[in-house]
């Protein structure tokens, strides 16, 4: 169990916690995990601020004012349900494409094809519609086979902003990072593949799931972490951070480049290896399925994929 009076101490370095939004008797409410995994320590915000989930907590302490208070409650993680941590984001998340070696070469006949060139130049950068954002065991709807059937997951460690800026240099970057989380970037590759733009087939209703909740930055090293994907209890991607072709740094300057970075804002930093497409032959998720991604130092997040009327 961590003490109350610890948590206190970790607020004024702001150091080693884990920020959770969740839903209690229909409040939302923001709070810390107890290093046992089973426990939340209740912040003491206002309705108000804790309706933006843990925004509230990043916004305050980008402003370097002293950080909320635990509200000396104690309740069990199993009595309430989680939310995203940022149930919605203020705008676009911001993904990167082929930023993964194995991932490049898997898709290097499909998606990723018209840039193999410059496999080392520039990240492919492309965004998802905050509304899409849903909790770490929410479903995720199916659009319905008029739209697409190719629905696709991708683990992926998200960065999380804390301190904003603008054309923030790779060396400073990592001071800019509050924190780290999981997203499933889920994508309809039949969508993706038809507009010059991945925008659309990256964003439909449901498609962002995120969670469990944030780690500070302090707490985990985003270079060097396993990512996994399993798919019905079939693991279908492993791979680490150490793999990535543009590190965390790198794409936080280039996505700062003339656009300034606000806190809270989201990176997620591209998929390994294994994803549905590139399987021989490709395969694609079904109603029912249960995709479950686990970070090390995170935890995980499971999502069951479902028709959007409810029937297979
Ligand atoms: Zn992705």
Not at 70 to 88: C, K, Y
Request: aromatic share 8%; charged share 20%; with cysteine.
């Amino acid at each position: 169990m961590v003490d109350i009076g610890r948590i206190g101490f970790y607020w004024f370095t702001g150091g080693k916690l884990r920020y959770a939004t969740y839903c209690r008797h229909g409040e939302r409410g923001v709070g810390v995990v107890d290093t046992d995994g089973a426990t939340l320590h209740p912040l003491s915000l206002v309705a108000d601020a804790a309706r933006s989930g843990v925004l509230a907590v990043i916004e305050r302490a980008a402003t370097g004012a002293l950080p909320t208070a635990p509200s000396g409650e104690t309740i069990r993680l199993a009595d309430v349900v989680l939310e995203a941590p940022l149930p919605a984001p203020r705008r676009n998340v911001w993904c990167v494409g082929r930023n993964y070696h194995a991932h490049a070469k898997e898709l290097s006949a499909s998606v990723f094809k018209a840039n193999d060139a410059k496999p080392d130049g520039w990240p492919i950068v492309f965004t998802k519609v905050p509304e899409c954002v849903v909790g770490p065991h929410d479903d995720v709807r199916l659009p319905g086979a008029d739209v697409s059937v190719q629905i696709d997951y991708e683990a992926e460690l998200a960065v999380v902003i804390g301190k904003g800026g603008k054309n923030v240099s790779r060396a400073r970057a990592l001071e800019h990072v509050f924190g780290y989380t999981i997203v499933n970037d889920v994508t309809a590759r039949d969508v993706q593949m038809r507009h010059q733009q991945w925008d659309m087939g990256k964003s439909f209703d449901t498609f962002c799931p995120m969670g469990p909740w944030i780690v500070t930055a302090d707490e985990l090293d985003g270079a060097n972490t396993r990512v996994r994907c399993w798919v019905n209890g079939v693991l279908r991607q492993d791979g680490s951070t150490a793999d990535m072709i543009f590190d965390i740094a790198t794409l936080i300057e280039t996505v700062s480049r003339g656009i300034t970075l606000y806190p809270g804002d989201v990176i997620a930093t591209g998929t390994p290896a294994g994803v549905g497409m590139g399987l021989a032959p490709p395969s694609y998720l079904q109603h029912g399925d249960l995709v479950r991604i686990e970070i090390d130092g995170i935890g995980h997040i499971e999502n069951r994929f479902v028709a959007a009327d409810g029937a297979s």
